[in-house]
């Protein structure tokens, strides 16, 4: 993730940070982006929050189904290199 990508998603973070949604449609992520290899495998996800749809990864080691119970947590999002931000965003873990 590029700095400036990084500092203009963070704005939102803090007014979903810890709401509640439902999952919409789940996928199994086994074969990641060398970034998430770290996570892998992962759900993921389309959840309904506050009537929005948005697209997040699930925590990893967990299986979601359309259905579950979620909430949005702050959780890295990928590997980095020492001169690189740490990709911290949004992931669904479930309730």
């Given at each position: 993730?590029?700095?400036?990508?990084?500092?203009?998603?963070?704005?939102?973070?803090?007014?979903?940070?810890?709401?509640?949604?439902?999952?919409?449609q789940?996928?199994?992520?086994?074969?990641?982006?060398?970034?998430?290899?770290l996570?892998?495998?992962?759900?993921?996800?389309?959840?309904?929050?506050?009537?929005?749809?948005?697209?997040?990864?699930?925590?990893?080691?967990?299986t979601f189904?359309?259905?579950?119970?979620?909430?949005l947590?702050?959780?890295?999002l990928?590997?980095?290199?020492?001169?690189?931000?740490?990709?911290?965003?949004?992931?669904?873990?479930?309730?």
């Open positions: 993730m590029k700095p400036a990508e990084y500092w203009r998603k963070k704005g939102n973070w803090s007014n979903l940070l810890f709401k509640t949604g439902t999952v919409v789940s996928t199994q992520i086994f074969i990641p982006p060398t970034a998430q290899a996570f892998s495998p992962y759900s993921f996800l389309i959840i309904s929050v506050e009537e929005k749809k948005m697209e997040v990864m699930g925590v990893p080691g967990v189904v359309k259905g579950d119970a979620v909430r947590v702050l959780r890295r990928a590997s980095n290199t020492p001169s690189q931000p740490i990709p911290y965003g949004l992931k669904a873990e479930k309730l």
